[in-house]
């Protein structure tokens, strides 16, 4: 089963910043949007950014939009969210997913285990 | 942005009958930007239905997606052990991708 897999999340204050990556073995990366979806018992699952495929666009959800940065690099297959200005509301497991598409519509076919964001003091 | 409300909250049904789950949007949705996944405890979402009616890569046949406009109705034709979880539906709009708040099916 192709996974992808994230890793950088943790403990952290209010107010301070954590960079999440999301890696994709052996998964076809550099033709598709690739997003951050996140995932709480208060929200439930809230789709956090997403990117195109080289980049130059991202699109943000309100709640995220300039604290939160979404990058990718094509060469190492890998996605990136930088957060900084963190609230506690932002607690919640960040899931990487890539964002399908063909002729019929869209779909996140392929996610990460997900990586935990406490923000807390 | 597209408000999605499913319901029920919680379906507690026996292995072998029919599951509907619904799924309605606050304004009419375009006809490829809605899709279902299913939850497990401890794990991704995983993606069973794209396009409103299309099924993903592997998703057996008694998973069937349909609707239009602001309806949407997921169906499980005969529940399976494995199929007791938590379905998601969601919209891809043009610059947002909302998720309705999830419908537990639980084992009677």
């Known amino acids: 089963e192709m996974q992808l897999v994230e890793s950088g999340g943790g403990l952290v204050q209010p107010g301070g910043s954590l960079r999440l990556s999301c890696a994709a073995p052996g998964i076809t990366f550099s033709t598709y949007w690739m997003s951050w979806v996140r995932q709480s018992p208060v929200k439930g699952l809230e789709w956090v950014a997403n990117?195109?495929?080289?980049?130059?666009?991202?699109i943000y959800a309100d709640s995220v939009k300039g604290r939160f940065t979404i990058s990718r690099d094509q060469a190492t297959s890998s996605l990136f969210l930088q957060m900084s200005s963190l609230r506690a509301e932002d607690t919640a497991v960040y899931y990487c997913?890539?964002?399908?598409?063909?002729?019929?519509?869209?779909?996140?076919?392929?996610w990460g285990q997900g990586t935990m964001v406490t923000v807390s003091s | 942005e597209i408000v999605l409300t499913q319901s029920p909250g919680t379906l507690s049904l026996s292995p072998g009958e029919r599951a509907t789950l619904s799924c309605r949007a606050s304004q009419s949705v375009d006809n490829k930007s809605l899709a279902w996944y299913q939850q497990k405890p401890g794990q991704a979402p995983r993606l069973l239905i794209y396009g409103i009616s299309s099924r993903a890569t592997g998703i057996p046949d008694r998973f069937t997606g349909s609707g239009s406009g602001t309806d949407f109705t997921l169906t499980i034709s005969r529940l399976e052990p494995e199929d007791f979880a938590v379905y998601y539906c969601q919209h891809f709009g043009a610059s947002r991708k909302t998720f309705g708040q999830g419908t537990k099916v639980e084992i009677k």
């Open positions: 997913a890539r964002d399908y598409y063909d002729s019929r519509g869209d779909g996140y076919d392929i």
């Open positions: 990117i195109n495929e080289d980049g130059s666009a991202m």
